[in-house]
């Protein structure tokens, strides 16, 4: 079983940063692109950020210049390092990965699979 878990969330004061960690377990054979997305009460889920194989990054406008997304290959993990939050930055925030799982012995092919985390709170109060 493959799956994403992601920590790091919390309470914080306006202006202060919060550091999102999410990492893959299970038998994975590749990762394509990851990214951050995030859900406020009362509104749809939408892109904060996503991080190609290669490290392309791309960012909403309203986190850019504060957040940045990175990922370590080696540990199968994606963070979100968010700075100079704001009381709207509140919000369930989401890891998503597409990946590759490896065949099995009752699939003899590659597949591709889109994963999400069980989601993390953050809470900027102003």
């Known amino acids: 079983q493959v799956e994403l878990v992601e920590s790091g969330g919390g309470l914080v004061q306006a202006g202060g940063s919060l550091r999102l960690s999410c990492a893959a377990s299970?038998?994975?054979?590749?990762?394509?692109?990851m990214g951050w997305y995030r859900q406020a009460p009362g509104k749809q889920r939408e892109v904060v950020a996503t991080?190609?194989?290669?490290?392309?990054?791309n960012y909403a406008d309203s986190v850019k210049g504060r957040f940045t997304i990175s990922r370590d290959n080696a540990r199968n993990t994606v963070y979100l390092q968010m700075n100079d939050l704001k009381p709207e930055d509140t919000a369930v925030y989401y890891c998503?990965?597409?990946?590759?799982?490896?065949?099995?012995?009752?699939?003899?092919?590659?597949?591709?699979?889109?994963?999400w985390g069980q989601g993390t709170l953050a809470t900027v109060s102003s």
């Open positions: 991080i190609t194989s290669g490290g392309s990054t």
């Open positions: 299970g038998r994975i054979f590749s990762f394509n692109t």
């Open positions: 998503n990965a597409q990946i590759m799982v490896p065949p099995t012995p009752t699939r003899n092919t590659y597949r591709r699979l889109e994963l």
